[in-house]
């Protein structure tokens, strides 16, 4: 089952051909961690949403409360029997139909999806993990790359790249040959006690858990953080490297070209990251 706009239908023949979510990528989306009906980090999600929403000039309903979707969500949830597990919940805002490039309605619509999950807390992978830069196509700075919109075509060609040469994931470059994020979430380096992220001038996603990630560095004194751009020739000189997304959490990477890291400061920042999450 489904939430399409309140009502939980089937999966099949929901979305029309004139949808415009699909036929312009005129849609956002969030990606939420939901542990025994517990919404992870959800006033983040939905702040960034609704200041997405504005971004793209969607008109935002009355009715478009936290309080509002929140229900909506666990609605979906326990008509699914989820309520007791852990579930990647998928929420799809989309501009209504009508019109070509020009919209001739504003308004929205949503859809919610859910899947179950194995992890109810955040745990680190210690498997190999190995990365290298995606270079057929670059990411073009500017408010609009900080959205999670539907239009993602760089990180399926990206992951298709990632496949076919056995890699675990790619860092994107941006026009400025700087490495703005991971093909699924937001990179962080570490060289001494300093731990580093690109800005979001740089065009990286505005990611839910990098935001908890440079909350928690913040505060430990004996880390600091910068949110500076990051040359690739940066990648072979620093001691770790990780992912972040509201999934994962923390991935680490093991490898990349001929560098091997180390895991120690994500494995800090995981214990304190899931103490944020029981005592949110």
Same mark, same amino acid.
């Given at each position: ?106 308004? #929205?619509?949503?859809? +919610?999806? &859910? @899947?179950?999950?194995?992890? !109810?807390?955040?745990? *680190? ?5 190995? %990365? ?23 990180? #399926?060609?990206?992951? +298709?790249? &990632? @496949?076919?040469?056995?890699? !675990?994931?790619?860092? *994107? ?5 700087? %490495? ?30 990098? @935001? ?46 001929? @560098? ?21």
């Amino acid at each position: 089952m489904i939430n399409f706009n309140g009502t939980l239908q089937r999966e099949t023949d929901i979305i029309s051909i004139s949808n415009r979510g699909y036929t312009y990528g005129d849609a956002l989306f969030e990606t939420i961690k939901v542990s025994h009906g517990k919404l992870l980090f959800w006033e983040d999600h939905y702040f960034r949403l609704m200041a997405s929403m504005r971004i793209m000039r969607m008109e935002i309903p009355m009715s478009f409360t936290m309080e509002f979707l929140e229900a909506e969500i666990i609605k979906l949830l326990s008509e699914n029997n989820m309520l007791k597990s852990s579930v990647r919940v998928k929420l799809i805002i989309h501009r209504k139909t009508g019109g070509l490039y020009l919209p001739s309605d504003n308004g #929205v619509g949503f859809v +919610i999806s &859910a @899947k179950t999950i194995d992890t !109810d807390f955040y745990l *680190l992978n210690e498997n190999r993990y190995e %990365v290298d830069l995606y270079k057929d196509f670059y990411v073009s700075p500017s408010l609009l790359s900080t959205l999670k919109t539907n239009n993602k075509i760089i990180n #399926v060609t990206g992951s +298709i790249y &990632a @496949k076919e040469n056995n890699l !675990d994931n790619c860092f *994107l470059l941006n026009t400025n040959k700087y %490495v703005v994020e991971a093909l699924n979430g937001n990179v962080f380096l570490v060289k001494g006690n300093i731990v580093k992220t690109p800005p979001m001038e740089d065009g990286c996603l505005k990611g839910v858990m990098r @935001k908890q990630l440079i909350e928690i560095i913040g505060l430990i004194p004996e880390l600091s953080i910068e949110e500076s751009s990051i040359s690739p020739f940066e990648l072979q000189k620093v001691d770790e490297i990780f992912i972040t997304n509201v999934i994962t959490g923390i991935q680490s990477v093991t490898k990349y070209r001929k @560098k091997v890291y180390s895991n120690n400061v994500a494995k800090q920042l995981l214990q304190k990251l899931n103490v944020k999450v029981r005592l949110s």
